[in-house]
T-cell receptor, first 116, second 113 residues
Framework: GAVVSQHPSWVICKSGTSVKIECRSL??????MFWYRQFPKQSLMLMAT?????????EQGVEKDKFLINHASLTLSTLTVTSAHPEDSSFYIC????????????FGSGTRLTVV | GEDVEQSLFLSVREGDSSVINCTYT??????LYWYKQEPGAGLQLLTY?????DMKQDQRLTVLLNKKDKHLSLRIADTQTGDSAIYFC?????????????FGSGTRLSIRP
């Protein structure tokens, strides 16, 4: 079945540095990928829709200059948290829709970011 | 905008059935999903139902959809300790390559011995 690999699974970084999270579709091509953020004991909030070859579409309230999304190929989308601060600490999950299949959405295993 | 609501907690005895309820507001929803999340892990798709169906059964899982009331439920028969997790209801609007999924707040299911 469709598999989405997300890397790294966890990362600790210093305040002010940038962190890149990768999301790969392993056995299918994904023209669209989605990035979610989940705070402890809360639901997933959609941050942005990543479109291959074009700019990402950000949800209201999400700073596009802080959360840079690049979707340069049909199998890879990256989320870069720039100048990270402790309030950016969260669980980030990507999702991709397989081109085949009735339901199509597969989620990565998530990345836990801790900014110290 | 779209909204999906669920109760936050459910506690059931091992062996009993669990019923998790969800309501949504988007009348153009095409697919509705149930995802399971264990601590520190990503989301696992449990099951889904297309909007023109009213019931779907898959082993211990039964999904009921009342489209008129925009109500979705997940029944887990013979609940086991391994079913302890957070269950998210989610919906997707019109079918397009860019359709996004909207999640509910999640229901934390705990199992009593």
């Amino acid at each position: 079945g469709a598999v989405v690999s997300q890397h790294p699974s966890w990362v600790i970084c210093k305040s002010g540095t940038s962190v890149k999270i990768e999301c790969r579709s392993l056995d299918f091509q994904a023209t669209t990928m989605f990035w979610y953020r989940q705070f402890p004991k809360q639901s997933l909030m959609l941050m942005a829709t990543s479109n291959e070859g074009s700019k990402a579409t950000y949800e209201q309230g999400v700073e596009k200059d802080k959360f840079l999304i690049n979707h340069a190929s049909l199998t890879l989308s990256t989320l870069t948290v720039t100048s990270a601060h402790p309030e950016d600490s969260s669980f980030y999950i990507c999702s991709a829709r397989a081109e085949t299949g009735a339901y199509g959405y597969t989620f990565g295993s998530g990345t836990r970011l801790t900014v110290v | 905008g779209e909204d999906v609501e669920q109760s936050l907690f459910l506690s059931v005895r091992e062996g009993d059935s669990s019923v998790i309820n969800c309501t949504y507001t988007d009348s153009s929803s095409t697919y509705l999903y149930w995802y399971k999340q264990e601590p520190g892990a990503g989301l696992q798709l449990l099951t889904y139902i297309f909007s023109n169906m009213d019931m779907k059964q898959d082993q211990r899982l039964t999904v009921l959809l009342n489209k008129k009331d925009k109500h979705l439920s997940l029944r887990i028969a013979d609940t086991q300790t391994g079913d302890s997790a957070i269950y998210f209801c989610a919906e997707r609007g019109q079918d397009s390559s860019a359709s996004k999924i909207i999640f509910g707040s999640g229901t934390r299911l705990s199992i009593r011995p």
